[in-house]
């Protein structure tokens, strides 16, 4: 008789383990993929502070330089952050995730060759 009653215990159990193994490999195949860069306005060339738009996409994070001149980087119409020199990156991460424009703007007066990214 207890032979009988650890078999009847085991079977909730199992299927108990069963359902939350189901839940969590779900829960996985459903959650946000991981982030990748995907880059805009690649070697474009800019002059006397012209700016450049990539297109629209899902973004939280803006990376970019430029090759002779300081750039700023941001997600439209937001704000961005600026870097210091030439190849020094400026980067700029919001949080949360936006679906719009990022953009890349040569910061001085002359041209560079500029590369950004969003993450």
Excluded at 41 to 49: A, F, H, P, Q
């Amino acid at each position: 008789m207890t032979k009988q009653a650890s078999h009847r215990f085991s079977s909730p159990l199992l299927a108990l383990a069963g359902a939350v193994l189901a839940t969590l490999l779900l829960a996985l195949a459903l959650s946000a993929p991981s982030a990748s860069a995907s880059g805009y306005c690649g070697g474009k060339v800019l002059s006397n502070y012209g700016i450049c738009y990539g297109a629209e996409r899902s973004a939280s994070e803006v990376q970019g330089y430029g090759t002779e001149k300081s750039v700023c980087v941001g997600l439209a119409p937001i704000s961005g952050k600026c870097s210091s020199g030439p190849y020094a990156w400026a980067s700029d991460n919001y949080g949360t995730v936006y679906y719009t424009s990022p953009w890349i703007q040569d910061n001085a007066a002359g041209r560079t060759e500029v590369f950004g990214e969003a993450f």
